[in-house]
């Protein structure tokens, strides 16, 4: 079993940068890679970064250049730094444990508790 607590959004202005932390802990199979994934109001859950636990990372087309994920091995914590931030980044983001092929993403159930980020024009 693979747990996740996620913590760092907040309200941050247009142009702000927030940085998101996803702490886990516990291990399974078929799972390689943490992501991080955003919800909007009335729309679906879109994956938005990921990082291997081999350092290997991949971003969606809306952020990249903007967001980074990085990982510390020693804290067992992801970071989603998010730059350069635009009202339409407002979403509940969340973090999964699951395996990354090279090609796809592929989330297992291990999922935090989320965390809102809101940006304000």
């Known amino acids: 079993q693979v747990q996740l607590v996620e913590s760092g959004g907040g309200l941050v202005q247009a142009g702000g940068s927030l940085r998101l932390s996803c702490a886990a802990s516990?291990?399974?199979?078929?799972?390689?890679?943490l992501g991080w994934y955003r919800q909007a109001p009335g729309e679906q859950r879109e994956l938005v970064a990921r990082?291997?636990?081999?350092?290997?990372?991949n971003y969606a087309e809306s952020v990249e250049g903007r967001f980074t994920i990085s990982r510390d091995n020693a804290k067992s914590t992801v970071y989603l730094q998010m730059n350069s931030l635009k009202p339409e980044d407002t979403a509940v983001y969340y973090c999964?444990?699951?395996?990354?092929?090279?090609?796809?993403?592929?989330?297992?159930?291990?999922w935090g508790q989320g965390t809102q980020v809101t940006v304000s024009s």
């Open positions: 990082i291997t636990y081999g350092g290997s990372t």
């Open positions: 516990g291990r399974a199979l078929n799972v390689n890679a």
């Open positions: 999964n444990a699951g395996l990354d092929t090279g090609t796809y993403y592929y989330p297992r159930n291990y």
